[in-house]
């Protein structure tokens, strides 16, 4: 079976890399000459919304994904109009788009949220300040990620401030949430709904980039999973999502609220590759496929540590008992995710000691 990625970054290497091994023919398109996943598999160079690249991708393609949510919506209209399957859905991925939509989406399958107010200009920024309550995230409705397009406002005279720091575009007021802990669920639903749920998942951001996590979650109440589990159920057969699926969420007062949605591989779940029988990039592979799933089955305990900005001693690291490096082919610069290190052992004891020694040879630019 031939599969179009719509993507060419790191994700849409190591999804190309997981076909690979299934017998999958992966082509992918990508504005970018050097994309990461150009050097792994066979890509098209072109603009997203490139009508002539995007028939060009279907002529190669059996079926279409993709590898982040900002792909233009009516790129996927354009594909399925021709006949081609594209999975996720575009439900999904207008949910995953706009903040509004999606936190509308988590509140109606009844999945809590911190409290929201939209914003449309400066002036609906005081009314969503007086509504929502200080402190409070303004973020933009569109196109934010690792802590773009987001400002934290602790009081309403700096709200001009803040509006012009998000660029003065369509935004959701949320409130600030003094969180316990950051987790996420990573699922994925195959064509007949079968729906398969990875353990939780602990992450740690700083700068709004993910640094470290560590599944299952270390500490947190058996029912949380289960809880966990029915939202993003919940989510996913609304949006009769096709794919892997994952939710953000916090961890406040012993309760989960939701954050944020993505369709599609997530970052947090990059640890399953080692440390899962089969990783979230195979299994997102067979759902679009309509392949049966695979097992789920942690070995052992995980964790991944990111490589932001600068390269470590790769000695040093393939040094680490139970280590597993991941390089994405990207030249450093500061604030870029230029790889990985899964990080496997038998128990938690053993994982956290594995994790400082990684840590030790990671240094952030």
Same mark, same amino acid.
């Given at each position: ?14 999804? /190309?890399? /997981? ?33 002539? /690249? ?40 207008? /949910? ?159 309760? $989960? ?80 995710? $230029? ?16 994790? $400082? ?9």
């Amino acid at each position: 079976m031939r599969v179009g990625i719509v993507g060419g970054g790191q994700l849409g290497r190591m999804l /190309a890399m /997981a076909g690979h091994d299934l017998g999958l023919a992966c082509t992918t398109l990508d504005p970018a000459k050097d994309s990461p996943a150009a050097q792994v598999a066979p890509a098209l160079v072109g603009a997203y919304d490139d009508r002539e /690249a995007l028939l060009e991708l279907a002529a190669r393609s059996d079926v279409v994904t993709y590898e982040f949510e900002n792909v233009p919506t009516a790129s996927v209209s354009f594909l399925e109009e021709r006949g081609l399957p594209v999975s996720p859905p575009y439900a999904s991925l207008e /949910a995953a788009q706009d903040r509004l939509v999606e936190k509308t989406l988590f509140t109606e399958v009844g999945l809590p949220v911190p409290s929201y107010a939209a914003v449309h200009d400066e002036g609906s920024l005081l009314d969503a300040i007086a509504a929502v309550g200080l402190p409070a995230v303004l973020k933009t409705r569109r196109l934010g990620y690792d802590g773009k397009g987001q400002a934290v406002l602790h009081h309403a005279e700096l709200a001009q401030e803040a509006w012009r720091a998000v660029g003065e575009v369509p935004s959701i007021l949320e409130a600030f949430v003094p969180f316990d802990r950051e987790v996420s669920v990573v699922a994925v639903r195959a064509r007949d709904g079968e729906l398969r749920c990875w353990p939780l998942v602990a992450n740690v951001h700083r700068d709004g980039i993910l640094r470290t996590s560590v599944a299952p979650a270390p500490g947190l109440p058996p029912d949380l999973q289960e809880t966990a589990e029915r939202y993003v159920r919940a989510v996913a057969e609304r949006l009769e999502h096709v794919g892997v699926l994952t939710i953000e969420l916090f961890v406040h007062e012993g309760t $989960l609220l939701g954050n944020e949605l993505a369709p599609r591989v997530h970052n947090s779940g990059h640890w399953t590759i080692e440390g899962s029988e089969t990783s979230q990039f195979e299994n997102h592979l067979r759902a679009v496929c309509g392949l049966p799933l695979g097992p789920i089955d942690m070995v052992g305990v995980a964790a991944m540590v990111n490589l932001i900005g600068a390269l470590p001693d790769v000695d040093a690291v393939l040094g680490v008992p139970g280590a597993h490096l991941h390089l994405y082919g990207k030249e450093p610069r500061p604030g870029r995710k $230029l790889g990985h290190v899964t990080i496997r052992a038998d128990d938690d004891q053993t994982l956290r000691a594995r994790m $400082l020694q990684v840590a030790a040879l990671v240094s952030d630019a």
